[in-house]
């Protein structure tokens, strides 16, 4: 199912998210479909649940890197480690639309989270992947581009 995208100032953009505490449960499972067809739908690169009106720490990204395109589901992420080299790009936001804004962040990344699974996983990621989990592990932590 399409899910309407939530628009600033909405006051659930800025809230933290709670943690999933069942990864497994029908609920999310069922929240992770739509996240994908809606962000399929509307041609992102990224999409966080509480940008879909769910204050849960579950967001969506593609790569679309290499041969194929591949897209991360982090359940609880984190970044636990960030590069030293910054580099500012132009980004723009689902919850923001038609806004484009240069934001300066971390080259490189590595993101421990959980899987669709709920099993742990590691990513470390770099260039245009690496700044869009940036962007929805922000807004995770109620945290928009336009603070940046």
Same mark, same amino acid.
């Given at each position: 199912? %399409? ?15 709670k ?9 999310? $499972? ?28 579950? #967001?969506?990204?593609? *790569? ?8 991360? %589901?982090?359940? *609880? ?11 500012? #790009?132009?980004?723009? #936001? ?11 962040? #971390? ?8 899987? $669709? ?21 922000d807004?995770l ?8």
């Open positions: 199912m %399409i899910l309407p995208i939530i628009t600033y100032p909405n006051i659930i953009l800025r809230q933290k998210a943690k999933v505490k069942d990864p497994k449960s029908k609920e999310i $499972k069922s929240l992770i479909l739509d996240m994908l067809e809606t962000l399929e739908k509307v041609n992102g690169l990224g999409l966080a649940a509480p940008q879909v009106g769910v204050s849960v720490q579950l #967001c969506v990204v593609k *790569n679309e890197r290499g041969s194929g395109s591949k897209t991360h %589901i982090l359940i *609880n992420p984190k970044i636990v480690r960030k590069s030293w080299g910054k580099e500012v #790009c132009e980004e723009g #936001c689902l919850s923001f639309p038609g806004k484009f804004i240069p934001i300066k962040r #971390c080259k490189k990344v590595t993101v421990k989270a959980l899987d $669709k699974k709920g099993e742990k996983i590691t990513i470390k990621a770099e260039g245009l992947l690496s700044r869009a989990m940036q962007h929805e592990i807004h932590d109620g945290v928009l581009f336009i603070d940046r």
